[in-house]
């Protein structure tokens, strides 16, 4: 495991160090470029900084070639699991995975089922979250197949910070993060059925509008609410400033499967297009990510991962799932009522940050209460070893702390997957959380994957 410390030191260049947490103030730059997040809180929308910390995180080559090789391979099982799930079923019907498992979580939708979407590739952007242990090994934490977020961070982070100290990356062989934009447009590319290719956002008031906006500029994509687009005679169309009607052939859809379509899903979405998952089940527009991808990111399919590896590609896993436990299982169930203390719990439903219980920090009566919901919902949580991943350092008013991170990995899905040489690393703030995220008060930093 390499840190910043090494690098400056072999290069000996430690003044860099001193340079770039000592120029400017990067955070009062992105706070210029309106680099923010939304949260809704007690029904109030919010828009706040997410806080950048100027000491990267460093990836060696080697490591990173270990990790690529890994997350291409899980995604590539993932994409063939939902194909099968919404298919032919054969690993239902070879009992790998239980069929009840599959049809009662969230994620599965039976709008879904023999649809096949352009080129068979359901998961385009794959958010792939990893944590490394103390002892140096890389652990899965969870899929993020849906809408996956977060890439727009480090790559302007890393824009500000090269304006801000041009010194600070010469000689370091570190790799360009600036490609993020091309993989994302060859990935839309590779599925366009022949048309413009729109970033469909819900507006300013979603969490990850300011995302949605600077990818769009980056790849050179329409960006477009509901409002801009029309299905008419089974094709979709954009809606310009003129009222021109123009042909599309991809959305890179930023709205949640339930808000899609109101003529499918949710009746109420105000947000959607009418009739769109219609036209995509006739093959006459991509969406990027494809519905129903949920099925594959719930964390309970999580726990069958490795097993997806071996039945569809052969293969043992090159990346461990951090140890994973199914109360749905008898044998699980016992082994979390007996060790309900060592364990983490998290909701399947739930998502960023929210719905994860720490057995040790619960009352002995909130203990009893959580077992009997764990004993009448086992379905609905999963039970898993606390990793005590490594601390990375974070400058704090002058000061180096060590807090917990998080490594946010990005596959992107073309003729082949896609890993980009960069991540959104995430770290908590409070010394003494595992949580990461930031709708719990989390910061990112740039992540350095060295060529060399």
């Known amino acids: 495991m390499i840190t910043y410390m090494d690098i400056f030191n072999r290069e000996k260049n430690v003044e860099d160090l001193e340079v770039y947490t000592g120029v400017g103030d990067v955070n009062e730059q992105l706070a210029r470029y309106g680099v923010k997040f939304g949260i809704y809180k007690n029904n109030e929308f919010k828009e706040q900084l997410f806080p950048f910390d100027m000491i990267p995180r460093v990836i060696d080559g080697e490591e990173f070639r270990y990790l690529e090789k890994g997350l291409k391979q899980r995604v590539k099982a993932l994409n063939l699991f939902i194909d099968d799930i919404y298919g032919e079923k054969h690993i239902i019907k070879d009992k790998v995975i239980p069929e009840e498992f599959i049809y009662a979580g969230s994620g599965y939708l039976s709008q879904c089922e023999g649809i096949k979407p352009p080129k068979g590739v359901y998961s385009h952007i794959s958010g792939i979250d990893l944590v490394q242990s103390k002892d140096g090994i890389w652990y899965v934490l969870e899929d993020n197949l849906r809408i996956p977020s977060g890439a727009s961070y480090p790559m302007i982070a890393r824009g500000i910070s090269r304006r801000s100290a ?136 999580y726990y069958f991962v490795p097993k997806m590896i071996k039945y569809y590609l052969g293969e043992e896993a090159v990346l461990n799932n951090a140890p994973t436990f199914l109360p749905y299982y008898e044998k699980d169930m016992k082994y979390v009522m007996d060790n309900f203390d060592d364990l983490v719990i998290k909701d399947v439903a739930e998502a960023g940050g929210y719905g994860v219980v720490f057995g040790n920090k619960l009352s002995s009566e909130e203990k009893v209460r959580f077992k009997e919901m764990l004993k009448n919902e086992p379905r609905r949580f999963i039970a898993q070893n606390v990793i005590d991943f490594i601390d990375i350092d974070i400058m704090d008013n002058g000061k180096l702390l060590p807090r917990k991170a998080d490594l946010r990995a990005f596959v992107l899905m073309a003729e082949e997957p896609m890993v980009w040489k960069s991540g959104l690393t995430r770290f908590s703030r409070n010394p003494d959380s595992f949580i990461v995220n930031s709708s719990q008060g989390g910061g990112f930093k740039d992540t350095w994957v060295l060529s060399q």
Do not use: C, W
């Not at 447009?185 to 970033?199: Q, S």
């Not at 859809?253 to 009418?274: A, Q, T």
């Not at 036209?279 to 991509?286: D, L, P, Q, T």
């Open 166 to 301: 041009p010194n600070l990356f010469a000689g370091k062989h570190i790799e360009d993060n600036r490609n993020y934009a091309q993989l994302l447009r060859k990935t839309m590319d590779h599925v366009n059925i022949g048309g413009h290719t729109v970033i469909l956002s819900p507006g300013r008031y979603n969490a990850a509008y300011f995302e949605h906006s600077y990818l769009a500029e980056k790849t050179g994509a329409h960006l477009v609410t509901g409002k801009e687009l029309i299905v008419e005679n089974d094709k979709l169309y954009f809606i310009d400033y003129s009222g021109r009607k123009e042909r599309v052939g991809a959305v890179y859809r930023r709205i949640s499967d339930e808000y899609l379509d109101p003529m499918n899903f949710n009746k109420e979405s105000v947000i959607g297009i009418p009739h769109i998952f219609d036209i995509y089940r006739k093959g006459n527009v991509a969406l990027i990510n494809a519905p129903g991808n949920g099925v594959a990111d719930d964390k309970g399919i």
